[in-house]
């Protein structure tokens, strides 16, 4: 069992090293020849294939012309030279799937003019790693034929898609570059998954004047942060209800400097008491030292559970889930109101934002970069949970699916005392009635399908 183990092994190293070099050679040609160039190489073959009989056929006139294209343009583009300095201009934050502008500072540091110059971002590697492609399953790889799940080809496709941010293609174009001239020059470029992305390959594009192949010279700068964060959407006011449990303002938690903006009384200074509180006209009026008396402030306090329980083939409902909570996050932000994001990765996580407590935006970063798990230990998620429980007003509980274990967390949560309302996401709705009807729960369920995320989320008014 070890030694077929140990095998297998083996034949996923070659794999991945055949195909990880396969990738770099063709990444380095995509980006090198465009479309007439590959229009004119496969002319050249096919007109030289007729040209071997000069006596017989005109073909080798076209030949020569098409290869004298070719080789010019090869030449010409060999002795293409930029020597540029960039920096970006971008936005923190940007949403998945939503194009974003951001403007590019570029800089000449040659005496020499650049003509014809486009401008292109590279991503990071998407090629997985030996262990990831070896242990991880394609969602459909079963149904495939035998040849293709032994050689793994579209496994790899898969996992180096799965973990593409961008395409990469010109973002930006520029006829011409003064030489020791400086620009700034208008990008736009659409980043398709959540997380953090970093920006530190900035290519110039350099055509021949045929436009059959291109240069790529890296352009010297430094590299940025786009925090890409998750898709959100309208949540009606009508979810927000719950049981009145608030969290006393006071500094906290209040909008207004102090405990509020009416004072209640003014007694006698006690050891401990903020020197901000002291009442000074009223100690210079009595000789004695006094203080305010604030009234509290109340705000509501609510949770915001994630469930990052999913298999691969629930990913795009894990996506989903995500969505979700990130659009509870942006829209809480905007009620004199306190959150508190609660999930599991390799440990506990909880985070706190509001009213005197951390911004909604970290908990989008935050969300931003989180992972899913196949395994996921509940017992942790409801300690995490229950130590919280009796702070909160109500519970927004998001998930991808719907099982045994997931209707006995939240009756345990629910026996705390704790308002819940979740939110599983399906595939159909008939997978939802069939898995809410063989594990019911006496908790709000507001069930969301893939298909009509916005139209489940207004139907829970």
Known sequence: MFKRVKKEMRFSAWLHR????????????????????????????????????????????????LLALVLISFIWTWFRRAKLEAKRLVPTYVTAKEPFHYRIQLTNLSKRAVRGLGLMELGPDPRPSLERFHYEREPWEEERNGFDRRMAFYRWRWLCDAAEHFSEKRVAELAVLEGSGEVQVDAQMTLERRGVVMLKDLRAVLPDPIGCFQRLRRISGGSDKVIVLPKRY???????????????GGESASNQSGQSAEYMSVRDYRPGDPLRHIHWKGWARTGKPAVLEFEEAFFPRY???LDTRASVAE????????????????????RESLIDLMFLEDRAVHLAAGRGEARSDELLETLAGVESSVVTDYSKLERLVG??????????????GWDAERAGLCAKLMRTGLDLTIF???????????????FPTAARVIPIHLTSVQLDLQKAI
């Open 315 to 334: 990913s795009a409902l894990f996506e989903i889930a995500v969505s979700i909570a990130a659009s509870f996050a942006s829209k809480l932000e905007t």
């Open 303 to 305: 949770g915001l559970i």
């Open 234 to 248: 309208r949540i009606p006011e009508q979810i927000f209800e719950g049981s009145s449990r608030n969290q006393v």
């Open 424 to 438: 599983p996401v399906f595939k159909n709705q008939a997978s939802s009635k069939q898995q809410l009807a063989e």
């Open 387 to 400: 130590r919280y429980s009796d702070q909160l007003s109500s519970a927004y509980f998001t998930m991808a």
């Open 18 to 65: 055949s195909y990880h070099q396969g990738s770099s050679l063709g990444h380095f040609i995509k980006h090198r020849v465009t479309p007439l160039g590959w229009t004119l190489l496969g002319s050249c073959l096919f007109t030289g294939l007729f040209a071997t009989d000069m006596q017989r056929s005109q073909a080798y006139q076209l030949f020569s012309i």
